[in-house]
């Protein structure tokens, strides 16, 4: 990516490490008894994965989860029935990898190597296709069948026919089947060699990684390579790390790019509750994004508010979800937050890379701003904006954000709203659509849309493009009004719409909305 | 002989003055003014010896000229950035005031030991930010701190001015002793004007709410109606008759509506390039070299008047120099005077101050000629001399060519 590596920007690569859910390794108890013989075990099929060229993973589906898989299990072969996407995913993953037919037909199958599968995956769109895709698998004997359906009521009917079915948004599906095949808490993780990182320039033979972690691909522009022990690194290029075990996935993506990585990119979210009113909102959206993200929740009330605590702590250790409480006096609860929040912000400082690497969120109900509290400047939500360096999620759904509208203009922290966008939309599966106004059309704007795009390419993401003619604050209007978006992710320092706007979508938005400072 | 000739000589005037003042390398707008006194001097010459009025201008040019001048705050207020000035907070602004309160101080003194009044004070102490706002984006130092800095103080004296001339021109010959007799039914009338301000933003903003697909029709590159065009001048001749009905200077209530614009829609680029043509295409120019045309040239004559340039110039360096030191812990010595330099530079507004002045027979044909000269001679010398001290933060930052250069010097 030679465009995007001059260090200004932080690359959204960067910021991610994947990390699949540590719910899927329930039999952790079993495997920590006998840890060396596991870990020899696991080595060795990290290793049938990388060198034993047959016993494909088959994967029915070249759509966003398709590609993704595609890119974590280097033996992977696609069946696509859309004779336009065979051309782009022969460009990604060679020819070899990619077959043109349908998943529910028995010949194509046959021709992509079902007869020799190690695991069947159908990804494609419809239930029906998939559903008699897994038919044909469980007819030709294969060990591992995984469905992703659309409809949660459909999964008895793939049971039946001794699938695992996994109804899920987008990032969590691929994590929970990655999870499904390799049971052994095998992790996979993306990472971003960083400009002058030690590594650059080193061939793969002499990288020195550590014991239980393969390099899967490099990711260099466009291109993917599979890892020749002859091959040099080179600043820029995204490499997947294959570890056994969670913990030594971050320190060795560390080690190889050269960014410490030692963070989620979803880390904290705090909650600020002032009512008890806020807990339906503020919480749960809290709650259910943490959930997904693998966060921690940070519970702050003012005195008189304790009983929320409990409640709360319930939900999420029934979750298993991270949780946290601290109770300020009512009088300075927004100053003690405040400096709480900080004070948190400086502790976690890892290295000085810290900018764009991980967020922290801090997440608030709406609040609907009265004349008055506006001249003397007490609402709360304002406030926080302004008091905090941290994005701040107004919370109105508390459903998954299927769609994220967000606005890129040449604004000067415009490429880290990016990389946050991304992060959420990583994390729910999202849809980005991307709104540029005509009048921010200059050469910022565009490398920024370039730049989404391409990270939403490595990473499943899907990026529409919204090109308005106007004024960028009325059509920013019309488009938020419009219902179609789950989740508005707005820069307070936007250029191009005003703030007065901004805190009327704060204050009225039809849903939540990402302030980022 | 038709009226149309007028025009004829003055659009000439505009189309030529742009390539040069390029040759001589001062703001066009200086370019203009000059160009209109070559033409008035031979009008004046022509009319001075041989009783032939060459060049006959009635009150239609002079009426062209106003409506130039209203546009041309209008546009002015259209440049303003809310969001800066309420992201960098209060602190700015009070150095702001605090170095345009020094100024009018000292001004005040120095103009009553010649004799004058409160209003000359005024005159001196105004700056322009039309000369500011393309220096800064030349340097490119528009976006740093200081950049912005420089701008708040220099619309901060703008507005002063454009506020105390309103009072001032209600009451010119105000006796501070006897409360009674000031005119505060007049005065009460500003509030009341901010005030229907205030009411037609919170309008405009629950209409863009409610309402953005119609309002979105007047930002439409293809409208061929131009209904964006013709609802900013609605809006603007509207403030102006409010602000003369309030005896409000018409300015004032033009700047306002351009501040309430780019409050309301933040970036109005498209709409703003089409008032940017209709303004510096054809009314601004004209305002600019009637300026010139109308230059009192007899006034001249006598030696006092042009002894009393070189004085004025330095009176008029000195008082924005000197407050400007209020920068100095901020940024240091140098910068603290480049910043001074700069906002020296008067153009607009000072002479619309010097208008209403001579308007109201306060300030005569020779003081008046001479503030003009003082506009020209800051306007060129301002830009110049922060240039100059600014070389070598400069250096460090190339200029980068603006996407979207203001198209004219002011």
Redesign the interface.
């Known amino acids: 990516m030679p465009s995007d590596s001059h260090g200004l920007r932080p690359d959204p690569a960067d910021v991610e490490a994947v990390v699949p859910d540590e719910k899927a390794a329930v039999d952790k108890e079993a495997t920590a008894k006998d840890e060396e013989a596991v870990e020899s075990l696991a080595a060795a099929q990290a290793e049938d994965i990388i060198k034993r060229p047959p016993e494909p993973v088959l994967i029915i589906g070249g759509g966003r989860v398709g590609r993704a898989l595609m890119r974590r299990f280097p033996t992977g072969v696609v069946v696509e029935s859309d004779p336009g996407k065979i051309g782009q995913l022969k460009d990604a993953f060679g020819p070899g990898r990619v077959h043109h037919g349908s998943g529910a037909n028995e010949e194509h199958l046959l021709r992509a190597g079902i007869a020799t599968a190690r695991a069947f995956v159908a990804v494609t769109n419809t239930d029906e296709t998939n559903h008699k895709a897994v038919r044909l698998a469980g007819e030709h004997g294969i060990p591992k069948v995984i469905a992703r359906i659309e409809d949660p009521e459909q999964a008895p009917r793939f049971v039946a026919l001794g699938a695992e079915p996994v109804a899920a948004p987008l990032t969590a599906c691929i994590n929970m089947i990655t999870n499904l095949l390799s049971p052994e808490r095998r992790v996979i993780g993306e990472g971003v060699i960083a400009d002058g990182a030690p590594t650059v320039g080193l061939r793969i033979a002499d990288l020195a990684l550590p014991e239980g972690t393969i390099l899967v691909s490099i990711l260099r522009g466009d291109h993917l390579i599979t890892p020749q022990d002859s091959e040099r690194l080179m600043a820029g290029d995204v490499v997947t790390i294959l570890a056994e075990e969670k913990e030594r996935l971050v320190p060795t993506l560390t080690q190889v790019t050269g960014r410490d990585l030692t963070l989620n990119p979803l880390d904290r979210l705090y909650v600020p509750l002032v009512r008890s009113g806020a807990f339906s909102t503020a919480f749960r959206e809290a709650f259910v994004l943490a959930q997904y993200a693998n966060a921690e929740v940070f519970l702050a009330v003012p005195n008189g508010l304790e009983e929320l605590i409990g409640e709360a702590e319930r939900l999420c250790s029934l979750n298993s979800v991270p949780f946290q409480a601290r109770i300020f006096p009512r009088k300075t609860f927004l100053a003690d937050f405040v400096a709480q929040v900080q004070r948190e912000d400086q502790t976690d400082m890892h290295g000085g890379l810290k900018e764009g690497m991980f967020f922290e969120c801090v997440v608030v109900e709406p609040q609907e701003t009265s004349l008055w509290s506006r001249v003397i400047g007490r609402n709360f939500v304002d406030r926080l904006i302004k008091g905090l360096d941290h994005p701040v999620l107004i919370a109105r759904n508390l459903k998954p954000y299927k769609n994220i509208l967000l606005v890129i203009d040449n604004s000067s922290r415009a490429a880290l709203n990016v990389a946050h966008t991304i992060d959420i939309a990583l994390v729910y599966g999202s849809d980005i659509t991307a709104l540029m106004?005509?009048?921010e059309s200059?050469a910022g704007a565009n490398d920024l849309l370039r730049y989404l795009k391409r990270a939403g390419r490595i990473y499943g993401v899907a990026v529409h493009e919204r090109q308005v003619?106007?004024?960028?604050?009325?059509?920013f209007?019309?488009e938020v009004?419009s219902g179609d978006y789950d989740l508005i992710v707005m820069d307070w320092?936007?250029?191009?719409?005003?703030?007065?706007?901004i805190r009327?979508v704060i204050e009225?938005g039809p849903r939540s909305t990402l302030v980022l400072p | 002989m038709s009226e149309f000739l007028a025009l004829v000589v003055v659009s000439l005037l505009a189309f030529i003055s742009p390539m040069i003042a390029r040759r001589m390398r001062v703001p066009v707008v200086v370019g203009e003014i000059l160009l209109g006194m070559l033409v008035g001097f031979t009008v004046f010459l022509a009319h001075h010896f041989q009783g032939r009025d060459l060049l006959p201008t009635g009150p239609e040019l002079a009426f062209l000229a106003e409506i130039g001048f209203i546009i041309l705050l209008f546009l002015a207020g259209l440049e303003i950035d809310f969001n800066n000035i309420e992201d960098r907070g209060l602190g700015p602004i009070g150095t702001g005031l605090a170095v345009f309160a020094v100024t009018l101080g000292i001004a005040y003194f120095t103009v009553r030991a010649f004799g004058f009044g409160f209003l000359s004070a005024l005159v001196l102490s105004t700056t322009s930010v039309g000369i500011v706002v393309p220096t800064l984006r030349e340097l490119a130092l528009s976006r740093t701190g200081f950049g912005q800095d420089l701008l708040m103080t220099a619309l901060v004296a703008d507005f002063g001015t454009m506020l105390l001339l309103t009072v001032y021109s209600l009451s010119p010959d105000v006796d501070l002793t006897d409360l009674g007799s000031l005119p505060w039914l007049e005065y009460a009338f500003i509030p009341a004007f901010f005030g229907v301000y205030y009411v037609v933003y919170r309008f405009g903003g629950m209409l863009m709410w409610h309402q953005p697909h119609a309002l979105s029709r007047l930002f439409k590159s293809e409208d061929p109606m131009e209904r964006g065009v013709r609802a900013s001048l609605a809006l603007m001749f509207g403030f102006v008759v409010l602000s003369e009905a309030l005896r409000i200077e018409a300015i004032l209530g033009a700047f306002l509506a351009g501040t309430l614009i780019s409050l309301l829609f933040r970036q109005a680029s498209l709409l703003q390039e089409k008032l940017y043509g209709l303004g510096y295409g054809f009314f601004v120019p004209i305002f600019f070299i009637h300026l010139g045309l109308d230059f009192r040239f007899a006034a001249f004559a006598e030696r006092e008047a042009l002894l009393l340039v070189p004085g004025l110039v330095v009176v008029g360096f000195g008082l924005k120099i000197l407050p400007s030191l209020l920068w100095a812990p901020r940024y240091g010595l140098r910068r603290a005077v480049a910043m001074g330099g700069l906002n020296s530079s008067r153009l607009t507004l000072m002479i619309a101050a010097a208008t209403i002045g001579r308007d109201l027979g306060i300030l005569d044909d020779t003081l008046y000629s001479a503030v003009i000269v003082l506009a020209i001679a800051t306007s060129t010398l301002g830009p110049v001399l922060f240039r100059v001290l600014m070389k070598d933060d400069v250096l460090s930052a190339p200029p980068t060519p603006e996407p979207k250069e203001v198209p004219r010097a002011e």
């Open positions: 106004p005509e009048t200059g003619k106007g004024n960028p604050t009325l059509e209007i019309k009004k320092h936007a250029r191009s719409v005003k703030r007065d706007i009327r009225y």
